[in-house]
T-cell receptor, first 118, second 115 residues
Framework: GAVVSQHPSWVICKSGTSVKIECRSLDFQATTMFWYRQFPKQSLMLMATSNEGSKATYEQGVEKDKFLINHASLTLSTLTVTSAHPEDSSFYIC??????????????FGPGTRLTVL | AQSVTQLDSHVSVSEGTPVLLRCNYSSSYSPSLFWYVQHPNKGLQLLLKYTSAATLVKGINGFEAEFKKSETSFHLTKPSAHMSDAAEYFCVVSITNSGNTPLVFGKGTRLSVIA
């Protein structure tokens, strides 16, 4: 149980295009999901907290108009990188909070999406 | 604020020798702590977690970690390294105990295993 999927696993796009990344909790409900970004050989940095049915909360320095987050259901959150540029190339990882599990042990990570912008 | 410090950015051991990856935490309350492993170009895999139960936590693949409140440490150990253990390891702390807040990652320790 407690599986989180991400789609696509990798994507290559041209500069100026938009890319949508999906994060799904497959066997549990997740009212809260988190989006992280990881540059090569670096740690994960939190980008935003996504709450079902409400606006996402962005970390300082993350452009909300560039990284659009939608959490329309209890099992799906999407991150759209708008007008992507080469500096947006990164590994994007989501985690989902199992609503039915108390405490921080109920967070589960997706496998990540590698975005390369040419 | 909660944070973790991984004291070594890179650790190199010979196959069959013990592994020690060090982590110190800072927290205003009794924290929840985790160790995750990330193999090259792969996602995160949870090795083990401490959530105020037994202070010695056993994880997968022979890894274990001991929560020491007096030293604010949560070091990861393994008695005998295997080539497949070569990866990036992250010590992680939860901001709160509610589970509704994100996890804070250390900068990571790259483990190399020499044949």
């Amino acid at each position: 149980g407690a599986v989180v999927s991400q789609h696509p696993s990798w994507v290559i796009c041209k500069s100026g295009t938009s890319v949508k990344i999906e994060c799904r909790s497959l066997d549990f409900q997740a009212t809260t999901m988190f989006w992280y970004r990881q540059f090569p050989k670096q740690s994960l940095m939190l980008m935003a907290t996504s709450n079902e049915g409400s606006k996402a909360t962005y970390e300082q320095g993350v452009e909300k108009d560039k990284f659009l987050i939608n959490h329309a259901s209890l099992t799906l959150s999407t991150l759209t990188v708008t007008s992507a540029h080469p500096e947006d190339s990164s590994f994007y990882i989501c985690s989902a909070r199992d609503t039915g599990t108390s405490g921080p042990r109920g967070q589960f990570f997706g496998p990540g999406t590698r975005l390369t912008v040419l | 604020a909660q944070s973790v410090t991984q004291l070594d950015s890179h650790v190199s051991v010979s196959e069959g020798t013990p592994v020690l990856l060090r982590c110190n935490y800072s927290s205003s309350y009794s924290p929840s702590l985790f160790w995750y492993v990330q193999h090259p170009n792969k996602g995160l895999q949870l090795l083990l977690k401490y959530t105020s139960a037994a202070t010695l936590v056993k994880g997968i693949n022979g890894f274990e970690a001991e929560f020491k409140k007096s030293e604010t440490s949560f070091h990861l150990t393994k008695p005998s390294a295997h080539m497949s253990d070569a990866a990036e390891y992250f010590c992680v702390v939860s901001i709160t105990n509610s589970g509704n807040t994100p996890l804070v990652f250390g900068k990571g320790t790259r483990l190399s295993v020499i044949a």
